[in-house]
């Protein structure tokens, strides 16, 4: 099975910044695309940022120039970094991993979340 476990999140002032990280782990687990989604209260989860196997980074417009997303394939670990954070940035972060194990086919794999808020 694998095992997909964020770590970061907190409670940050406005203008504040804060970076999460994700790790995936699995047997014969090979990585494409990794991501940040969040949920704010309510049913729609949105896409935060994704990035390749290689390494192209793909940003939702509300966080560019603010959010960074970067990976490190040899610890199948994605990070982000989130700087100049503002009250709609409180969400339940999400990691996506998306991959596939040996004789199976490519899937989805889902953190737990873990909590940002951002408030004075």
């Known amino acids: 099975q694998v095992q997909v476990v964020e770590s970061g999140g907190g409670l940050v002032q406005p203008g504040g910044s804060l970076r999460l990280s994700c790790a995936a782990s699995?047997?014969?687990?090979?990585?494409?695309?990794m991501g940040w989604y969040r949920q704010a209260p309510g049913p729609q989860r949105e896409l935060v940022a994704d990035i390749t196997s290689d390494g192209n980074p793909h940003y939702a417009d509300s966080v560019k120039g603010r959010f960074t997303i970067s990976r490190d394939n040899a610890k199948n670990t994605v990070y982000l970094q989130m700087n100049s954070l503002k009250p709609e940035d409180t969400a339940v972060y999400y990691c996506?991993?998306?991959?596939?194990?040996?004789?199976?086919?490519?899937?989805?794999?889902w953190g737990q979340g873990t909590q940002v808020t951002v408030s004075s």
């Open positions: 996506k991993v998306r991959g596939s194990r040996r004789y199976m086919a490519v899937a989805d794999y």
């Open positions: 699995g047997r014969d687990l090979s990585i494409n695309n």
